[in-house]
């Protein structure tokens, strides 16, 4: 057995005489130059500018139709009257706030049942 481990450091020392460390296998050299033509494809990809206005813009109004909607559905929501005897009953029987319970009773147009069903659910 010390025979074997004297061969082994003799094929060390006679890799480490030249000076140079030994070369290692390199895996991953292969992944570097994947990565130089991902970067230099996206380096030639440019923006125009007239596209990012255009693309600016366009979620701009999409926004401000979302927003116009919401504000519609709120002024609609305002509109329907509920009794409070009813918002006092979703509270007390859901447990939740008075501004959850009425909006509960004005998206259901007033119909208890039908908001305490949908608070369920």
Same mark, same amino acid.
């Given at each position: 057995? #010390? #025979?074997?481990?004297? =061969?082994?450091?003799?094929? +060390? &020392? ?6 140079? /460390? &030994?070369?290692? /296998? ?8 994947? %990565? ?10 440019? !923006?125009?500018?007239?596209?990012? $206005?255009?693309?600016?813009? =366009? !979620? ?5 139709? +979302?927003?116009?909607?919401?504000? $519609?559905?709120?002024?609609? %929501?305002?509109? *329907?009257? !509920?009794?409070?005897?009813? *918002?006092?009953? =979703?509270?007390? +029987? ?18 208890? *049942?039908?908001?305490? *069903? &949908? %608070?369920?659910?």
């Amino acid at each position: 057995m #010390a #025979a074997e481990g004297d =061969v082994d450091l003799d094929l +060390e &020392a006679e890799e480490n005489c030249t000076g140079k /460390p &030994a070369e290692k /296998p390199r895996k991953h050299d292969s992944g570097a130059a994947d %990565l130089e033509r991902v970067t230099d494809y996206a380096e030639e990809k440019e !923006i125009s500018s007239s596209d990012l $206005e255009t693309a600016m813009s =366009v !979620i701009g109004d999409r926004r401000s139709r +979302e927003q116009k909607a919401k504000q $519609e559905r709120e002024k609609e %929501l305002a509109k *329907v009257t !509920i009794k409070k005897e009813d *918002v006092e009953l =979703v509270m007390s +029987e859901m447990e939740i706030s008075r501004a959850v319970a009425e909006r509960s009773l004005r998206e259901h147009m007033g119909n208890v *049942v039908e908001a305490l *069903v &949908a %608070l369920t659910n």
